[in-house]
Each structure stands twice: as C-alpha cells, then as structure tokens.
C-alpha cells in the first residue's frame, strides 16, 4: 500500500512589538501538577522583583522543551564553547509570588 505524504501547512505567528523585544529573567521558579508545568520567569533586583511571564504546559510537552533546551546547549556549547553555570545568589531569598 503506498503512503501519501501531505506538504507541511506553514503557521503564521503574529507577535506585538512588546513581545518581540522580549524580558531579562534572572530566576525562574517551576511549580507543577499531574496535569501541568508552571514556569514562572522573573526578574529580581532586591528588595524587589517582577513576574515577567508565566508559561503553562503539559508533561509530555515538557519533555520536548527539555530535550530541545538540552540540544540548543549543545549546539551552542559546539560552536562557542563550553559554558560555565552560573553560581546560585547568595543571601537573596527566593521570591515567594
């Protein structure tokens, strides 16, 4: 039995100014459920900080975010080299939202 292979549908994606310029992060907090992932990025500059975004996503598409994050690191870590983690904030308590 042959397959027919259909052509892939392009997806327009429109993006206001604001989004397109995008939010500094300096921390991010991951809450989950059964259910759901809960990204909350923001930035923090004591005594004080702001939610920038909040993204909300299933488990399975979490791994795929996962994985590609892991291979953009790669690729990047490939072509400039290797990255040093950034040390953990000291004397900063974690923002509570």
Request: net charge negative.
């Amino acid at each position: 039995m042959e397959q027919q292979i259909e052509p892939k549908k392009e997806i327009k994606i429109k993006v206001t100014d604001e989004v397109l310029a995008g939010k500094y992060a300096n921390i991010m907090q991951i809450a989950h459920t059964k259910e759901e992932f809960i990204l909350d990025f923001m930035n923090v500059v004591p005594p004080q900080g702001i939610l920038n975004s909040r993204v909300i996503t299933s488990p399975g598409h979490m791994k795929r975010i996962v994985k590609a994050l892991q291979d953009n690191i790669d690729k990047y870590e490939e072509k400039f080299g290797p990255i040093d983690e950034a040390e953990a904030p000291k004397g900063i308590p974690f923002p509570k939202l």
